[in-house]
């Protein structure tokens, strides 16, 4: 069982920046394709970032791009989410997520992860 847990969320001035982490731990997560997703008061939640299983591709949402970057370290289990240029709209639950894949690709649809975080908060004050 693959269990995923978020860190490093908290709170930060508009145009900071903020690191966030997800450990993998009950599976090597060099077989898992990962995202970030975020979900805002009173809003569905929605995709931020994608990265395929051996972290060489990886996508974004039109708003983040350029601001945030997702990386993967497979040695440490562990997928980063850092944002830059932060704004008020950024202001989230932040949720890892992984699903096991074989081939190299990655995914960003919500509906396709089996695992999931409890969250981080991010609040970005303008």
């Known amino acids: 069982q693959v269990q995923l847990a978020e860190s490093g969320g908290g709170l930060a001035q508009a145009g900071g920046s903020l690191r966030l982490s997800c450990v993998v731990s009950?599976?090597?997560?060099?077989?898992?394709?990962m995202g970030w997703f975020r979900q805002a008061p009173g809003k569905e939640r929605e995709f931020v970032a994608a990265i395929n299983k051996r972290g060489s591709i990886t996508y974004y949402r039109d708003s983040v791009r350029g601001r945030f970057t997702i990386s993967k370290d497979n040695d440490q289990n562990t997928v980063y989410l850092q944002m830059n240029s932060l704004k008020a709209e950024d202001t989230a639950v932040y949720y890892c997520a992984a699903e096991f894949i074989y081939t190299d690709l990655l995914k960003y649809d919500a509906s396709e992860y089996s695992y999931w975080g409890q969250g981080t908060q991010v609040t970005v004050s303008s």
């Open positions: 009950g599976r090597p997560s060099n077989n898992y394709a």
